[in-house]
């Protein structure tokens, strides 16, 4: 049988519902030979996931849930070629696959998606990552999550060069069932979730669910400023949706989900420091005090008594499919989402004291960077529409298949957004702009010339983003069992944006001369944007692309349980404004990348049951976007926080290997393993220069020959599974153990050899070997009761996911913490079907 027949066969079946195995179909409670029934929708159609012509990794809400999976960070350790950036929290994180990162101030590289809508944007103006991503609460109550590697813009809503992750919602049955369930664990975490479907007559159904998780931090602030705790949880996740069939051929969809997180938020921990460069007398003296007070791995300090990371978004999904005839549907789908966050962070974890002068001067608290919200605005405050209609049919007696459509996205902000952040500067109230100037001080009693040293940067603006695109593509089945896959799409990229920077400067604590007092008040406010009008400060920035990209793609089934494709796919990546840079950084062009990838799926039984997948694939990139770091300019007056932006690269090249084989030697005994090479390297690079006007320096450069940052050369994950030989009565108990080995990866661009020994080794991470395992008893004793024990990290592995790479400018540098072992206990009731 054909794949079109099989496809055909299987829309609207019941094995849509089956969720999905491997390691990169992620410890799946299949046995491995079942695997070939698992159904994705890869393609925006419902297939088979061994007849797909796609690198693609499948979870199912039970894997997510044994793995303890609740976030974005969670799904990338698990799944082969994906990394996750949380240097902003787990709330805030961005993805990356196969090395095609999303950098500060850029598009995504890898679109998310739930119920086939995009994820909701949420600009902050550029200064840090809101929105785009899988928020809390988004890893419940779902048929599967896919990941699907490489260029995917042909058919998907919004174009990206890296790929895309699919989250995939329980549809409402006909049937009437549900499950409450309890969980808790180390840290005090406490997660409470429950699920009701009903029926409403014949015709509709209505499946409604909550999600509610709460934990304390993993890191421990020992400043006695502010929260005794970081990286915590706390959000509460509402969803509903409903399922009409208005007549036999026409049904109606809708999905309304909610979340709400309010958290302490995430800072790095002070790692090193330089006491001869930039500020790294002080850092070098916080390492001292951490040092002489026994601080741990998981001890850090900060200095802001209010942070917060709250972030609330709901979306409402609509979903109309209308069963033309037998060989055509048509489908719309409309959304509406908001997102509002407000972000309070000490970013950096300092808590620098400059030293007291006698009785001329007590010490003081100093603020190297932070961010806090604009006075009574938001730090991202944005809506997004899509609207989609799509046409897919069937023709020369089922050998085509096609799908053509129109795609539209606005997202507009409500309201301006941004930051009012200290920079190198003591502050007493910082949105009434109370502040004293401290560091000039004591820079004019040793220089003899008082000059300012710190202030307080105010970043405030509106992104407007609109997308249009035109696509269509088709597979055609040639005798043979031949397929041929020509897809061609257009898109049309608008981006708007109104930015406003200003540094407000601020009296020393005393006069430099007299050494009387001085009130601690504005002095000056200059335009931290040389190319912005001094009345203002505003400046307004529009660019528009467009660009085509295509797939052409070849698969040949030589049998039943065979798969071999080869694809070639152009992607693009829509150009974007650095709103919050000055000159010549403000406007980036759009990333192009051709992708090549040839690979097999193979299905085997008999004495032992599995499957093996491979795929070899290379990426050529024109105009990469990367991430550039920018510091303080010491010759310029005006002091401003360290930040990154995006430039493009002349050229890049990636390419690598992916494996992936599960295997059931005998009856309730599973090995499986993924396993992903990658190589990546910067073969082009511009030499980048500021104009002498410009606030900011360059630091962290990328050099022709850099690999990319996040990309391991080597990941892989191996796991074991073994179902006990138990009578049904006594219900079903799984024992599971999974390893995850990551390599090193580059996390900056600092050349640690140029600036000193304190920072050796900081721009890249270290590898990472990981151990998990759980233990399931599902129906305990016969009853509607599953029982789950779960741990991850089992060795307490201590770790860094993140450098921002500050040693050049700043003289310290910071990491973010990888979570240490969890553990807990989990108890699910069942009722109903």
Avoid at 108 to 114: K, N, R
Avoid at 345 to 363: D, E, H, I, R
Wanted: aromatic share 10%; hydrophobic share 35%; charged share 20%.
């Amino acid at each position: 049988m054909n794949r079109v027949a099989v496809r055909k066969i299987l829309r609207g079946s019941s094995l849509a519902v089956l969720g999905a195995v491997s390691p990169a179909y992620a410890q799946g409670e299949a046995g491995a030979g079942e695997l070939e029934n698992i159904i994705v929708t890869a393609r925006r159609v419902e297939e088979r996931v061994q007849d797909v012509p796609i690198s693609i990794t499948v979870f199912n809400q039970q894997q997510l849930t044994k793995q303890n999976v609740v976030n974005s960070s969670d799904l990338a350790a698990f799944t082969p070629s994906l990394s996750a950036n949380s240097n902003f929290g787990n709330e805030n994180s961005s993805f990356a696959i196969r090395g095609f990162v999303q950098d500060l101030g850029t598009l995504p590289s890898v679109g998310v998606y739930f119920a086939d809508v995009v994820a909701p944007r949420g600009s902050s103006n550029g200064s840090f990552p809101v929105g785009d991503g899988a928020g809390p609460g988004s890893f419940f109550d779902l048929q599967n999550v896919q990941v699907l590697k490489g260029p995917q813009g042909t058919l998907f809503g919004r174009n990206t060069t890296g790929g895309a992750v699919l989250l995939v919602p329980q549809r409402p049955t006909h049937e009437l069932g549900g499950y409450v369930q309890a969980s808790a664990g180390n840290l005090d975490m406490q997660r409470l979730q429950g699920v009701v479907n009903a029926p409403l007559g014949d015709k509709a159904a209505l499946r409604l669910g909550i999600d509610q998780q709460t934990r304390d931090g993993y890191v421990e602030n020992t400043s006695g400023i502010g929260p005794d705790d970081f990286g915590d949880v706390d959000y509460t996740a509402y969803r509903a949706s409903l399922t009409v069939e208005l007549t036999p051929d026409l049904e109606n969809y809708a999905i309304f989900s909610r979340s709400d997180s309010r958290t302490n938020g995430v800072f790095g921990k002070l790692v090193a420091a330089d006491a001869a460069v930039g500020l790294g007398f002080f850092g070098a003296q916080q390492l001292a005090d951490q040092e002489a007070d026994g601080d741990g791995f998981y001890d850090a300090r900060q200095d802001l008594a209010n942070p917060l990371s709250d972030l609330q978004q709901w979306q409402l999904i609509n979903t109309t499919t209308w069963q033309v005839h037998e060989d055509l549907t048509f489908k719309n789908i409309i959304s509406y989402a908001e997102l509002t966050q407000d972000l309070r962070s000490a970013m950096f974890g300092t808590a620098f004291v400059t030293p007291a002068l006698g009785a001329l001067l007590p010490s003081y608290r100093v603020g190297f960077a932070s961010i806090q919200p604009i006075p009574g605005g938001h730090t991202g405050d944005q809506s997004t529409f899509t609207e989609e209609m799509r046409l897919d049919g069937a023709g020369f007696d089922n050998a085509l298949t096609w799908q053509t459509g129109a795609y539209v996205e606005r997202s507009e902000p409500l309201s301006a957004v941004g930051s009012q952040s200290p920079v190198a500067i003591s502050c007493t109230d910082v949105a009434a702009l109370e502040c004293t100037d401290v560091l000039g001080f004591l820079g004019s009693l040793a220089t003899g010339t008082y000059a300012p040293a710190g202030a307080i940067n105010y970043t405030s603006g509106k992104t407007e983003f609109n997308n249009v695109g035109l696509y269509a593509q088709g597979t055609y089945q040639f005798s043979g069992n031949l397929a041929l896959t020509g897809g061609l799409r257009y898109t049309w990229d608008r981006q708007e944006s109104t930015s406003t920077k200003r540094a407000y400067q601020f009296n020393p604590p005393l006069d430099p001369v007299t050494f009387a007092p001085l009130p601690p008040e504005v002095t000056a406010v200059r335009c931290a944007n040389p190319d912005a009008p001094t009345d203002s400060c505003t400046l307004d920035f529009e660019q528009e692309t467009d660009e085509p990209t295509w797939l052409i793609g070849l698969d040949y089934t030589p049998a039943d349980d065979m798969l071999l494709y080869a694809k070639y796919a152009r992607g693009y990546r829509a150009g974007t404004i650095a709103s919050d840079l000055s000159a010549p950084f403000n406007y980036i062009r759009p990333e192009r990348v051709d992708a090549y990838e040839i690979g097999s799926k193979f299905t085997f039984h008999g004495t032992f049951s599995g499957i093996f997948n491979a795929a070899v694939f290379f990426n050529d990139f024109e105009n990469q976007q990367l991430q550039l770091g920018f510091n303080d300019n010491p010759a310029d007056d005006i002091a401003v926080a360290p930040t990154a932006g995006p430039v493009n690269a002349g050229a890049s090249e990636i390419y690598g290997v992916e494996l992936e084989a599960a295997i059931t030697p005998f009856e309730g005994f599973t090995i499986e393993a993924g396993y992903t090479y990658l190589n990546t390297e910067i073969t082009e690079m511009p030499v980048f220069t500021v104009p002498p006007s410009s606030p900011y320096v360059i630091t962290g450069k990328q050099q022709e020959g850099d690999e990319l940052a996040l990309s391991p050369e080597h990941k892989y994950t191996i796991s074991a599974r073994y179902t006990l030989p138990l009578d049904e009565s006594m219900g079903e108990v799984t024992l599971g153990v999974m390893f995850i080995h990551t390599d090193e990866q580059l996390s900056n661009y600092v050349d640690d050899g140029l600036i000193g020994s304190d920072f050796e080794g900081l721009s890249y991470l270290p590898e990472t070997d990981i151990v998990n395992a759980n233990l399931s008893w599902d129906s305990v004793g016969g009853s509607a009761f599953d029982l789950l024990v779960f741990g991850t990290n089992l060795t307490d592995e201590e770790y860094f996911t993140f450098v921002p790479g500050l040693a050049e400018g700043a003289g310290f540098e910071t990491a973010q913490l990888g979570l240490p072992r969890m553990y807990g206990v989990q108890l699910r009731y069942r009722f109903g079907n």
